[in-house]
């Protein structure tokens, strides 16, 4: 996201940053090397030329706002954490479903269907589709295929004509709830949550969200707080914590000896 800013004048933009715009978010260069580090280079990069195929076609269809161009127009970070909420609830509930129920009873079609549905559908910002992508592939391979096909190349976020926005700015309190979030994943390896290869790019996002907070300390905004709220939540529950083994060395020193 810093860097799709630091580029919004120029044509990287839609390669630059996390996807968080309209078009086909898989153009996504950091959302191509983490799809590469997770499922191999060849559906990363099958991935990404699909993306830049589908962003040419509609590229002659329509003129004017193109790609991540849009990103510009949130006020900030909160907001485009609060744009893909939505979405990213949608997603996470379709996870826990998953994770409540044996998918490997269900038909194939079926569950290609539900995977190509949740990526139309559900499929937050490139990033986002990536790690939703990992988590779906533990309990159902074939959903996650299904959802990696359309998430980001032919979804709803990619073939809306405007990207949708979201009103709000700065505030110090929500960057504290997001970096403390990102932090205790980090700090877990990836906690259940997300692949452990992750752990490096989440333990920067918390850097740089407590950055952002000691930047906008004296800002305040509670439209934006919702977001990093849910996401803390999430990894508190979601994080489980460490296992104790007792042994009979350990419940013998729990009592003095008698006599």
Sequence with gaps: ????????????????????????????????????LVFG????????????????????????????RACVAFASLLNELSALLPAAVGAGIAVTL????DPRVLPAPALAAGGMLLGFAGAPCALGAVALAVALH??????????LCVAGIVDARALARRP??????????????LAIGLGIVAARHGGALVHPV?????ALAAAVA?????????????????APAIMLLG??????PPPYRATETTMTDLFPPSG
Aim: aromatic fraction near 6%; charge should be positive; proline fraction near 6%.
């Design 1 to 36: 996201m810093l860097l799709a800013r630091a580029v919004a004048a120029g044509p990287l933009l839609a390669y630059a940053g996390c996807g968080c715009g309209g078009g086909p978010s898989a153009r996504s260069l950091p959302a191509a090397a983490a799809t590469w």
């Design 210 to 226: 407590l950055f952002l907070g000691v930047r906008h300390r004296r800002r305040r905004d509670p439209r934006v707080r919702f």
């Design 235 to 240: 990894a508190v529950l979601a994080t489980p």
């Design 164 to 177: 949708a926005t979201a009103a709000g700015g700065h505030d110090a309190f929500a960057y504290g709830l």
């Design 138 to 147: 533990a309990r159902a391979p074939l959903a996650a295929g299904a959802f």
């Design 98 to 101: 998953t994770a409540l129920t």
């Design 198 to 202: 992750m752990t490096a790019a989440l």
């Design 41 to 68: 280079p060849g559906i990363a990069i099958a991935r990404w030329l699909a993306a830049i195929g589908v962003a040419l076609l509609l590229a002659r269809r329509r003129r004017g706002l193109d790609g991540c």
